[in-house]
């Protein structure tokens, strides 16, 4: 075989071999790419798992991360207008925190957080004023705020008008609070929780001062009755009492017992130094005269009047100033401001005597005459016999 042959040989294995690995590798290539489909599609599958997976445990996380997230930042807080009654009482001083727990502890809001961002929302944390308040258990915290509306507090306003005897200011404050009568008579004894003044002589009449307190049922006779004897306190420093009981020579409980002398016996508060000054002129005579208050006889028995009859000047009472020199014991009723001020500053002028003649039109006649005052006498009784 000659060279040609073989090359001819060669080249035929030569175009035969590649021709048959051609075809070989179609085959796999085929072959390859249906595993590299079957592999993307594996990987699709796992992603897509595993996307489902991630998603369900954010999920799952997410909801109970939120919850968490939630009860930390939400308090808890219940709902609608609760049910039942409760009287919660505000204390002097007491924060809005003070007062959530209050409400918490007895059941009126859920959480003490849920009343604070209430009031807050409302704008009114200042505003929170002590008293009694009506509210429900179990009130969503936005609706037990307008219910703490200072007016809507459970309290009563009263007025102890000017000249009151104790036993009237007794029982006036009795129907205020519901609380009896003898409650306040009890209180009243206890000089030291009432902290009236040293020179009191541990009598609460006459301390008990006239003005505006605020009551309510819960409202204690002893907090009531020093509440008064701390207003009692306030005017005489405003006035003077103490220096200007000296200037007049007298002593502080001298001073408050004609200062309630005047009140009872004055038909008008202009009328006030003129009949000071008859105390302090009839006081002053020497021999001294005695003072003949028909008032003082008739605190004495416990009566009321203007007026006291024969048998009632007959009394025994020390403070018959019928028949006994000087002042009474103390004052006879609780005086305001007016009487106290007339007292250290009374009018000037020689008057022995005075009769309100007319009692209705508050008209009241002074004299240093007997014999005038003893005109002025029948002219009252025509007065009261008329009607």
């Given at each position: ?381 025509r007065n009261q016999a008329g009607g």
């Amino acid at each position: 075989m000659n060279d040609l042959d073989l090359d001819s040989l060669l080249g035929a294995e030569d175009d035969e071999g590649p021709r048959r690995r051609s075809r070989g590798s179609r085959s796999a290539q085929r072959r390859s790419k249906k595993r590299q489909r079957r592999q993307r599609r594996k990987g699709f599958v796992a992603f897509f798992v595993a996307i489902v997976i991630i998603v369900g445990v954010l999920g799952v996380g997410g909801y109970y991360g939120y919850n968490w997230i939630r009860g930390v930042t939400i308090p808890k807080d219940y709902t609608g207008q609760g049910s039942g009654e409760v009287l919660v009482e505000i204390k002097e001083g007491q924060s809005a925190t003070d007062i959530a727990q209050t409400l918490v502890d007895q059941g009126v809001v859920a959480s003490e957080r849920a009343f604070i961002n209430a009031i807050g929302a409302a704008g009114k944390s200042a505003s929170l004023q002590p008293g009694e308040y009506k509210l429900r258990k179990g009130m969503a915290a936005a609706n037990a705020v307008p219910l703490l509306d200072p007016k809507r507090r459970l309290q009563t306003t009263l007025t102890v008008r000017e000249g009151l005897r104790l036993s009237q200011i007794f029982q006036q404050l009795s129907t205020a609070t519901g609380k009896p009568v003898r409650d306040f008579e009890k209180a009243a004894k206890d000089a030291e929780a009432l902290d009236l003044p040293s020179y009191a002589k541990k009598r609460l009449e006459g301390f008990a001062f006239p003005a505006t307190y605020e009551v309510s049922p819960k409202s204690a006779p002893e907090d009531l009755l020093a509440a008064m004897v701390e207003r009692y306190k306030k005017a005489a420093d405003d006035v003077g009492l103490v220096a200007g009981a000296r200037r007049v020579g007298h002593t502080p409980m001298e001073v408050l017992t004609i200062a309630s002398i005047v009140q009872a016996e004055s038909g008008s508060k202009r009328d006030m130094p003129k009949v000071a000054r008859v105390i302090y002129n009839r006081l002053q005579r020497t021999p001294p005269m005695l003072l003949q208050m028909d008032s003082t006889v008739m605190y004495g028995l416990n009566k009321f009047g203007v007026s006291a009859t024969h048998a009632d000047l007959k009394s025994k009472s020390p403070y018959n100033t019928y028949a006994r020199p000087g002042l009474p014991p103390g004052p006879i009723t609780n005086p305001g401001e007016d009487a106290i001020k007339a007292t250290l500053k009374p009018a000037d002028g020689p008057w022995l005597f005075f009769v309100t003649t007319d009692t209705k039109r508050g008209i009241t006649k002074f004299t240093d005459s007997q014999e005038e005052h003893d005109r002025f006498v029948q002219e009252f009784n025509r007065n009261q016999a008329g009607g």
